[in-house]
């Protein structure tokens, strides 16, 4: 009789710690899924870094604008949470995605395979590509290999810092934290060139008229928004937004608004 109480009360308490084992690993599940978290914070966490003009800046009056800003905006609103900016410098972004600093990263992130052993992409949003870009006077730039014998200015950790690398004998190639830092010292003459994301490039000379042009342009680039590894439900839904925003032609009227143009127009 004794045993089979003694039976009885380990079977019971068996199946008491696999409900509760269970309802952990639900748990578990839940905290682990991204979509889940952002719902249930009603936040979207985008990390960025914001002087990366047109695409995140801070304008006259330092509010963060930008095409990235208004598309997360849009991302928020649809998924029906508030959005909130967690600056970043752009070489730290994967790694502090991956830390849990913020949900997503859309900060004009090309598609890169090194970047993609540490997070995931989502389809491309954009293009946009390396050029090289010279003041207005300089005849000697033509092409990525008049870069030998030069000093070249880029972003640090940048697609752009990989399309320098790629010229032979480049003389001195100085990095910088911000992607608007070069073209001071391209201006006062330590610089010979700057490689840069195109769109950084265009936008930069159309608000400095007459002193740099666009000597050469490089491969394009595909622009992406960055994911963590496991957060497959997050990334879906944030695809399904963004090809809805195309479909709807909202896409195209922050094109149109911050490129000049639609580029996004078949």
């Known amino acids: 009789m004794k045993m089979n109480k003694i039976l009885s009360l380990v079977l019971t308490g068996v199946i008491v710690c696999?409900?509760?084992?269970?309802?952990g690993n639900k748990k578990d599940e839940k905290a682990a899924n991204g979509l889940i978290r952002?719902?249930?914070?009603?936040?979207?966490?985008?990390?960025?870094e914001d002087t990366y003009p047109p695409m995140e800046f801070r304008d006259s009056k330092n509010e963060l604008v930008g095409f990235d800003i208004d598309l997360s905006k849009e991302v928020a609103k649809k998924l029906g949470v508030e959005v909130e900016f967690v600056?970043?410098?752009f070489g730290g972004l994967t790694m502090a995605l991956n830390a849990k600093k913020f949900d997503i990263g859309i900060s004009a992130i090309s598609v890169d395979k090194d970047r993609a052993k540490e997070v995931q992409?989502?389809?491309?949003?954009a293009k946009g590509g390396q050029v090289i870009v010279v003041k207005n006077d300089n005849k000697d730039i033509k092409k990525l290999e008049d870069l030998s014998?030069?000093?070249?200015?880029c972003q640090l950790g940048t697609t752009g810092e990989k399309a320098a690398k790629k010229a032979?004998?480049?003389?001195?190639?100085?990095?910088?934290?911000?992607a608007t830092e070069p073209f001071h010292d391209l201006e006062i003459g330590r610089l010979n060139a700057?490689?840069?994301?195109?769109?950084?490039?265009?936008?930069?000379?159309?608000?400095?008229?007459?002193?740099?042009?666009?000597?050469?342009?490089?491969?394009?680039?595909?622009i992406a928004a960055i994911f963590k590894k496991d957060d497959k439900e997050l990334k879906d839904e944030v695809q399904k937004i963004i090809d809805e925003l195309k479909k709807d032609?909202?896409?195209?009227?922050?094109?149109?608004?911050?490129?000049?143009?639609?580029?996004?127009?078949?």
Do not use: H
Request: proline letters at 2%.
């Open 87 to 89: 600056i970043t410098e």
């Open 149 to 153: 014998g030069k000093t070249v200015g």
């Open 38 to 48: 952002v719902k249930n914070t009603k936040t979207l966490k985008i990390g960025l």
């Open 168 to 178: 032979k004998g480049i003389k001195d190639l100085k990095t910088y934290d911000k």
């Open 194 to 222: 700057v490689v840069v994301d195109e769109f950084v490039g265009r936008y930069y000379l159309s608000k400095q008229m007459g002193k740099f042009k666009i000597a050469a342009t490089l491969e394009q680039e595909p």
């Open 18 to 23: 696999t409900l509760f084992a269970g309802c």
């Open 249 to 266: 032609k909202t896409m195209s009227k922050l094109s149109v608004k911050w490129f000049g143009e639609d580029i996004y127009k078949k």
């Open 121 to 125: 992409f989502s389809e491309p949003y």
